[in-house]
């Protein structure tokens, strides 16, 4: 059992193997998300800075799509479902950022959760049949397929790009700031 710090996020383990690192980081990295967008009302998660359709609900949905794209679909093969399956992506590039604007806080928040929990499962289940070098069914267009742990490493770097952002989107909605 990891320790929990201040903010209700788990401490990633200081001496531990990979596989612990690797899900330990993933984890910080998505409390960290869930921290920043705690608490907040749908006027809050769709406060807008600067010239961009980001907003903290909007990272809420695009981290949704994130867990979703890389477990599911790019790792397993499968069909990226509902809320997306129906988008016109070529028509709305931005779709989950501004479509996020519509989402009640409560709906937003499941939604990414209920990914963040499909992803652990999906890879506690990888991990139990095969490693880290497990590679994605779907391959990238030229041929390549990533490992889960390339996955992993991808995701790592994702929550922490887009919780920087949602760091200056919290600071700017009530002040708070942190890590």
Known sequence: MSAIDE?????????AGETDTLL??????RSTLEWKTRGL????LS????KST????????HMAFVERYWFAKRLLGQPMGDPWAGVDWK??????????????PASLRELWQRCCDDSRKIVSDTLHTGSLD??????????????LRWVLVHMIEEYARHNGHADLLRESVDGETGE
């Open 134 to 147: 497990t590679l994605c069914v779907q391959p990238w267009p030229n041929g390549d397929s990533p490992s």
């Open 41 to 44: 009302n749908r006027a809050q």
């Open 54 to 61: 980001m907003t903290l609900g909007g990272l809420l949905k």
């Open 24 to 29: 330990g980081y993933l984890d910080y990295q």
């Open 7 to 15: 903010h209700g996020r788990p401490e990633p383990p200081v001496a």
């Open 91 to 104: 028509a709305e590039p931005d779709w989950e950022w501004t479509s996020s604007l519509d989402d009640e």
């Open 47 to 50: 406060v807008i800075i600067a």
